[in-house]
Nanobody
Framework: QMVLEESGGGLVRTGGSLRLSCAAS????????MGWFRQAPGKTREFVSA??????ATEYLESVKGRFTISNAPNTLYLQMNALKPEDTAVYSC????????????????????WGQGTQVTVLS
């Protein structure tokens, strides 16, 4: 079992920055990857970014490339968000894949085993 808890959301103006954190606790020793997803009101959940835990390989949603940076530290996932836009407004959730397995796709929410509760990010125009 793994527990994920996000923090760092808030209200910023266009062009501002926020840093999201996700603290992982429990059975984290075998963790393969973690990611960030977001869901805006009336929209489906969307992949934002992911990182493999040991190799550090990263993936990004095209629209956040160059603005968002994912990183990790022992049992903690970060998302540095710069140059924020109103369309980035959403609830951001972190998620973890507990074990490596064939066929995993870091962009697919269904491949993730554990989820945090989410943190609200609001970007004012």
């Amino acid at each position: 079992q793994m527990v994920l808890e996000e923090s760092g959301g808030g209200l910023v103006r266009t062009g501002g920055s926020l840093r999201l954190s996700c603290a992982a606790s429990g059975r984290t020793s075998t963790m393969y990857a973690m990611g960030w997803f977001r869901q805006a009101p009336g929209k489906t959940r969307e992949f934002v970014s992911a990182i493999t835990w040991n190799g550090g390989a990263t993936e990004y949603l095209e629209s956040v490339k160059g603005r968002f940076t994912i990183s990790n530290a022992p049992n903690t996932l970060y998302l540095q968000m710069n140059a924020l836009k109103p369309e980035d407004t959403a609830v951001y959730s972190c998620a973890a894949i507990a074990y490596n397995a064939a066929g995993l796709d870091l962009r697919h929410a269904l491949d993730y085993d554990f989820w945090g509760q989410g943190t609200q990010v609001t970007v004012l125009s």
